[in-house]
């Protein structure tokens, strides 16, 4: 006889031998103890977690000789040709394949005709959700005024696809995902049975590889026990299904933690040599982190959230110490994105080394800003500006940029990286005096920006002039003659007021501005590290602002 799968061996055959939907048989059960069931069932949940399994047993239930009853017999007639699939009165139907209206015209033909022996005729329709609109609605009025002798029971993994029409004729029935702590003990009884020798860590891994389908977990035993029934171990599991042991996710983003790139990077490249899916490993990444967050914020209190072994929880829990709040989520959004990048590369292996850098570089950046060979317990001017000894100057990084797909260069800094090339500690500090002409135009930027946040139009129009004299208190702006028409907006009542107040908070200075058409007029410069981002990619500033919160303004 030829061998027969695991996941058929074991398909359960009462409601008590199904896994992890309790819910729905107790329901079920309840029901036919009462008599009180309707004509029509839609069955929906994942793959793999006992929908099918449910509706034959259910099936058997109903026309078993002893019932109808929530325990059958399997031994009556009616009982065994449901199990073998072959009962004249249960017609199992495959929505994918049958999915037209011919095929459903046929069974309203066959609904007519009463159950050969059984109580009732039963039809089976799975992946419901594939039937064509017409046949869908050739089905409704069979489904809601069947014949009394009729069940429908529909089973499908995309309820959103079924017309509301469909299920509003139908008792819904939900079937959860199996938890891997639910898969695990499943496993390691049926393992036992088989005489199968399986690591707790390779229990584990294929439990979590299911991803809450049992169906899916058996499959994966079966195909363990194939290779070696004596020592089955993690390390087998994870090279036959090229997923990533959870000792590497660990390592790895314990080399993040420390802000080591190089590290990362050699992590990644000894994945890759193991033949490792990198799509795999970017999603792992995903939940990982997802993990840290929720451990970050409730601990133990949350540790239901993590579908996870006590001892991997533990591990989670310490590991999330060493990330603040914010850097997980930040690593959440910047691996999210590497899964949109790698849509346009033809291999995931930048996109996630890009990603790696991103996390790592920011604060080895900073590190070399901020040694202790450099610090000092005086504030010190930077530009002209004075700040605290705490205060960290962040430049530009080509990730930064090339992230950037707005159509202009971002600079960052400030509270959400609005484009302003100065930090928003730096921005709103106060300037030392004396204030001079110079110490005007390396504030320009900070200060014009300040006013796009309020008015955009008239930030766009001082775009076009730059700090000319600075006599007293008296400030003149200058403007080439084609930007007379700039120069005569900015001079209105509401947009000279906007000007002068927020120069006066940002220089600390009561200014009274003036505007003048200069002849030799030259344009503001850009900072320095904005000149050499701009040479590198051969770009050129587009607008050096952009918030979506001005539109409009």
Same mark, same amino acid.
């Given at each position: 006889m030829s061998y027969i799968v695991l996941a058929r061996r074991y398909r359960p055959q009462s409601f008590d031998e199904v896994v992890g939907q309790k819910h729905i048989t107790d329901l079920?059960?309840?029901?036919?103890?009462?008599?009180?069931?309707?004509?029509?069932?839609?069955?929906? %949940?994942?793959?793999?977690?006992?929908?099918?399994?449910?509706?034959?047993?259910?099936?058997?239930?109903?026309?078993?000789?002893?019932?109808?009853?929530?325990?059958?017999?399997?031994?009556?007639?009616?009982?065994?040709? !449901?199990t073998s699939g072959n009962s004249f009165d249960v017609i199992e139907i495959d929505g994918a394949s049958n999915r037209g209206i011919d095929e459903i015209?046929?069974?309203?033909?066959?609904?007519?005709? =009463?159950?050969?022996? %059984? +109580?009732?005729? !039963?039809?089976?329709?799975?992946?419901?959700?594939? @039937?064509?609109?017409?046949?869908?609605n050739a089905l409704l009025k069979t489904l809601e005024e069947p014949p009394e002798y009729v069940k429908f029971i529909l089973a499908t993994t995309a309820p959103a696809k079924v017309p509301a029409t469909i299920i509003s004729r139908c008792?819904?029935?939900? $079937?959860?995902?199996?938890? !891997?702590?639910?898969?695990?003990?499943?496993? /390691?009884?049926?393992?036992?049975?088989?005489?199968?020798? &399986?690591?707790?860590?390779?229990?584990?891994?294929?439990?979590?590889?299911?991803?809450?389908?049992?169906?899916?977990?058996? *499959?994966?035993?079966?195909?363990?026990?194939?290779?070696?029934?004596?020592?089955?171990?993690?390390e087998d599991i994870t090279s036959m299904l090229g997923t990533v042991e959870i000792g590497l996710l660990f390592e790895l983003v314990d080399c993040i933690s420390q802000r080591n790139c190089s590290a990362a990077l050699s992590v990644i490249d000894k994945i890759i040599n193991q033949g490792k899916d990198m799509k795999q490993l970017n999603r792992d990444l995903i939940e990982h982190f997802r993990h840290l967050m929720i451990m970050k914020v409730g601990g133990k209190g949350l540790g239901g959230l993590v579908d996870y072994p006590v001892a991997a929880k533990e591990m989670l829990l310490i590991q999330s110490q060493a990330f603040a709040l914010p850097e997980i989520i930040k =690593?959440?959004?910047?691996?999210?994105?590497?899964?949109?990048?790698?849509?346009?590369?033809? #291999?995931?292996?930048?996109?996630?080394e890009l990603a790696i850098a991103q996390l790592t570089y920011r604060v080895e950046a900073k590190g070399a800003v901020t040694s202790p060979s450099k610090a000092s317990a005086q504030p010190k001017p930077?530009?002209?500006?004075? &700040?605290?000894?705490?205060?960290?100057?962040?430049?530009?990084?080509?990730?930064?940029?090339?992230?950037?797909?707005?159509? $202009?260069?971002?600079?960052?800094?400030?509270? /959400?990286?609005?484009?302003?090339?100065?930090?928003?500690?730096?921005?709103?500090?106060?300037?030392?005096?004396?204030?001079?002409?110079?110490?005007?135009? +390396? *504030?320009?930027?900070a200060v014009t920006h300040a006013i796009s946040r309020e008015k955009m139009s008239v930030a766009t129009f001082l775009q076009e002039g730059s700090p000319y004299a600075l006599q007293g208190s008296k400030l003149t702006i200058g403007f080439p003659k084609?930007?007379?028409?700039?120069?005569?907006?900015? /001079?209105?009542?509401?947009?000279? +007021?906007?000007?002068?107040?927020?120069? #006066?908070?940002? @220089?600390? =200075?009561?200014l009274k501005i003036d505007f003048k058409i200069v002849e030799d007029h030259k344009p503001q410069e850009d900072e320095p590290f904005v000149k050499a981002a701009l040479e590198a990619f051969k770009g050129k500033v587009v607008n050096k602002w952009h918030s979506d919160t001005n539109a409009g303004k």
């Amino acid at each position: 006889m030829s061998y027969i799968v695991l996941a058929r061996r074991y398909r359960p055959q009462s409601f008590d031998e199904v896994v992890g939907q309790k819910h729905i048989t107790d329901l079920l059960k309840e029901g036919i103890r009462t008599k009180h069931l309707g004509h029509a069932f839609l069955f929906c %949940g994942p793959r793999g977690v006992g929908k099918t399994s449910c509706a034959r047993i259910l099936a058997k239930s109903l026309n078993c000789k002893e019932g109808p009853t929530a325990t059958p017999c399997d031994k009556c007639p009616a009982c065994k040709e !449901i199990t073998s699939g072959n009962s004249f009165d249960v017609i199992e139907i495959d929505g994918a394949s049958n999915r037209g209206i011919d095929e459903i015209r046929t069974l309203r033909e066959n609904v007519k005709f =009463a159950p050969s022996y %059984g +109580r009732y005729k !039963i039809y089976i329709i799975d992946e419901v959700h594939m @039937l064509t609109e017409p046949a869908f609605n050739a089905l409704l009025k069979t489904l809601e005024e069947p014949p009394e002798y009729v069940k429908f029971i529909l089973a499908t993994t995309a309820p959103a696809k079924v017309p509301a029409t469909i299920i509003s004729r139908c008792q819904r029935f939900d $079937f959860y995902r199996i938890s !891997i702590a639910v898969l695990t003990s499943t496993l /390691e009884s049926i393992a036992k049975t088989e005489k199968l020798k &399986v690591s707790d860590e390779a229990m584990f891994a294929i439990a979590k590889a299911a991803s809450g389908s049992l169906r899916d977990a058996l *499959s994966i035993l079966d195909q363990a026990g194939a290779l070696s029934r004596k020592d089955i171990k993690a390390e087998d599991i994870t090279s036959m299904l090229g997923t990533v042991e959870i000792g590497l996710l660990f390592e790895l983003v314990d080399c993040i933690s420390q802000r080591n790139c190089s590290a990362a990077l050699s992590v990644i490249d000894k994945i890759i040599n193991q033949g490792k899916d990198m799509k795999q490993l970017n999603r792992d990444l995903i939940e990982h982190f997802r993990h840290l967050m929720i451990m970050k914020v409730g601990g133990k209190g949350l540790g239901g959230l993590v579908d996870y072994p006590v001892a991997a929880k533990e591990m989670l829990l310490i590991q999330s110490q060493a990330f603040a709040l914010p850097e997980i989520i930040k =690593a959440i959004e910047i691996f999210v994105q590497c899964q949109e990048n790698a849509r346009a590369a033809d #291999s995931l292996r930048i996109p996630l080394e890009l990603a790696i850098a991103q996390l790592t570089y920011r604060v080895e950046a900073k590190g070399a800003v901020t040694s202790p060979s450099k610090a000092s317990a005086q504030p010190k001017p930077i530009e002209g500006k004075v &700040v605290s000894p705490s205060t960290e100057v962040r430049f530009t990084s080509p990730v930064n940029i090339l992230a950037n797909k707005k159509g $202009f260069v971002g600079l960052p800094g400030g509270e /959400e990286d609005l484009s302003l090339g100065l930090p928003k500690e730096i921005e709103n500090t106060v300037i030392a005096e004396p204030l001079t002409i110079g110490t005007v135009k +390396r *504030s320009w930027d900070a200060v014009t920006h300040a006013i796009s946040r309020e008015k955009m139009s008239v930030a766009t129009f001082l775009q076009e002039g730059s700090p000319y004299a600075l006599q007293g208190s008296k400030l003149t702006i200058g403007f080439p003659k084609e930007a007379t028409f700039h120069k005569e907006a900015l /001079e209105t009542k509401d947009s000279l +007021r906007i000007v002068e107040r927020v120069f #006066s908070e940002k @220089l600390n =200075a009561a200014l009274k501005i003036d505007f003048k058409i200069v002849e030799d007029h030259k344009p503001q410069e850009d900072e320095p590290f904005v000149k050499a981002a701009l040479e590198a990619f051969k770009g050129k500033v587009v607008n050096k602002w952009h918030s979506d919160t001005n539109a409009g303004k």
